[in-house]
């Protein structure tokens, strides 16, 4: 049912009538499978796409997947922007997300005043595909993040320390004591690495420790760390 204030929208079957009626598609979509079964799939935007319109993807998926999205649409005469969000529920609610694209500048222009009915912070990171790096490359910070104090808070307890007194003087490392006190952490923590290998074998014997889209150079945590973000 469409909601009460949106009655003046028109309701379409087919993501191809879709893309018919309108110059601007936008997608928000779970995962890279559900975008391209949109986009590629039978009756799929591709199918309705025509020279001059925009599809714009806000769902957070695989660069390369996208990538090959725009090329597919691009062959169309369709222009293509990756949009993925951060900022959750709370921020789409206010309209204060953080929205980090990848496309052209041109492309870009036409959608922004668009985006900025939903986002306050917007930024054009470079051509398609730059969008989802962005969104990867913060997924993977704010996992390590929380593996990092997961780890620090694990070790603290099982020492004899109370984790809730231990997390205050975590945010003033500007002390000298502070700065011994997780030195020594740092040496005594070896958990961590236990723990990568161990959920990156799991991911091995699932086939996902190989993804293509890993950078050679990423390490074993950052690898974990973009599964984990997916």
Known sequence: KVPAELARATVCARPAEVARAADIVFLMLPDTPDVEKVLLGANGVADGISPGKIVLDMSSISPMATRRFAEALAQRGADYVDAPVSGGEVGAKAASLTIM????????????????????????????????ITKVANQMIVALTIEAVSEALLFASKAGADPAKVRVPAYHPDTPEVRHDWAQYYDNITTMDGMFAKALKELEDAGLADDTEFHPNLSRAGKLAFLRSR
């Open 101 to 132: 694209c990848g496309g052209s500048e041109k492309a870009f222009a036409r959608v922004k005043p668009l985006l900025e009915l939903m986002g306050k912070n917007i930024t054009l990171v470079g051509g398609v595909g730059a969008g989802q």
